[in-house]
């Protein structure tokens, strides 16, 4: 369940956090036309540091151009709204969700004059996938439902319909007694998580899919940027389930999921089943990283 905190920046305010409220005509509450972050904020030697907020407002914007939703705040406005949002919760570790979306007015497909929205709450959460799965890895089914393809959706914004894929993938996973689900693309090839960007390790050689059907990942980017400071091959090709299978390890990189490996995948063993040594490698990076623990990149924080 969300833990509340005080206040929530709505509309350029900072608004009590039981009075963030909207209309149940509300417009993108009945069709899903709407934006999102996710975005973490951790603790660190010289205070509370936002994990790549420039680009998330980045994609964030890019998200609503795509659906050409016309947020009426910039770039900079978004920006320090999101840190004050932060600030004046007083939070030192968090995840932070900018929203955007359709307000009351107009119902049916065409909203032309209704208002666009934005709101940012901020409030404490741990681990999404569990410490213990940070650690030993976690238990992943290959999904039923296919990801969302380019030919009918808008795959490179976070769009908030788009996540009814996601959680039916989850909801499938988690009823069949896994952590979390891998959708593959219409053509089969493996695409990524419900909410996470997906790599495999063979022979030493880090592989993840290709933009395609998959979100441009902020953490995927990070996550890349690491393994090549490592002196790793990085390599995007596509992948297919059975290629999984023999991987000598997986993990899953995203805002909420952090870096989490994968122990096993349809019932087979990943590797050793569990974390696997290049994983482990990466992972301590990235949190050293986020922590502000490594100089490298300090780039990446933006101090509340």
Same mark, same amino acid.
């Given at each position: 369940m969300v833990q509340s905190t005080k206040f929530i920046w709505f509309d350029g305010k900072m608004v009590p956090w039981e009075r963030a409220n909207v209309h149940v005509l509300t417009h993108t509450l009945h069709y899903g036309l709407g934006i999102f972050e996710g975005i973490r904020c951790y603790n660190t030697d010289n205070g509370p540091a936002i994990f790549r907020l420039k680009s998330h407002t980045k994609r964030f914007l890019n998200s609503a151009h795509i659906l050409n939703m016309k947020i009426p705040f910039s770039f900079d406005e978004l920006y320090e709204a999101t840190k004050e949002t932060v600030k004046q919760n007083n939070l030192k570790e968090c995840y932070i969700r900018p929203l955007g979306f359709i307000g009351y007015g107009d119902m049916g497909l065409y909203p032309q004059h209704n208002k666009i929205q934005v709101a940012i709450a901020a409030w404490p959460w741990g681990t999404y996938l569990g410490k213990e799965g940070i650690k030993n890895g976690i238990r992943v089914k290959v999904s039923s439902f296919t990801r969302n393809q380019i030919d009918s959706s808008m795959t490179k914004s976070k769009t908030c319909g788009n996540y009814v894929n996601s959680q039916l993938a989850k909801w499938e996973a988690i009823d069949?007694? #896994?952590?979390?689900?891998?959708?593959?693309?219409?053509?089969?090839?493996?695409?990524?998580?419900?909410?996470?960007?997906? *790599?495999?390790?063979?022979?030493?050689?880090? #592989?993840?899919?290709? *933009?395609?059907?998959?979100?441009?990942?902020?953490?995927?980017?990070?996550?890349?940027?690491?393994?090549?400071?490592?002196?790793?091959?990085?390599?995007?090709?596509?992948?297919?389930?059975?290629?999984?299978?023999?991987?000598?390890? $997986?993990? $899953?990189?995203?805002?909420?999921?952090?870096?989490?490996?994968?122990?096993? $995948?349809?019932?087979?063993?990943?590797?050793?089943?569990?974390?696997?040594?290049?994983?482990?490698?990466?992972?301590?990076?990235?949190?050293?990283?986020?922590?502000?623990?490594?100089?490298?990149?300090?780039?990446? $924080?933006?101090?509340?």
């Open positions: 069949a007694g #896994y952590d979390e689900a891998i959708l593959l693309d219409s053509e089969g090839y493996a695409s990524e998580g419900s909410a996470e960007c997906l *790599f495999a390790v063979r022979d030493g050689i880090i #592989y993840t899919p290709p *933009f395609g059907t998959i979100l441009e990942g902020i953490t995927r980017s990070s996550v890349v940027k690491i393994a090549e400071d490592l002196g790793y091959r990085v390599k995007e090709d596509r992948l297919t389930r059975d290629q999984l299978y023999v991987s000598d390890e $997986l993990f $899953l990189a995203g805002t909420a999921a952090e870096i989490t490996p994968i122990r096993d $995948l349809d019932g087979r063993t990943i590797g050793n089943g569990s974390r696997g040594e290049i994983t482990e490698k990466i992972q301590l990076i990235y949190f050293d990283a986020v922590h502000g623990n490594k100089k490298e990149y300090r780039q990446w $924080l933006d101090f509340v």
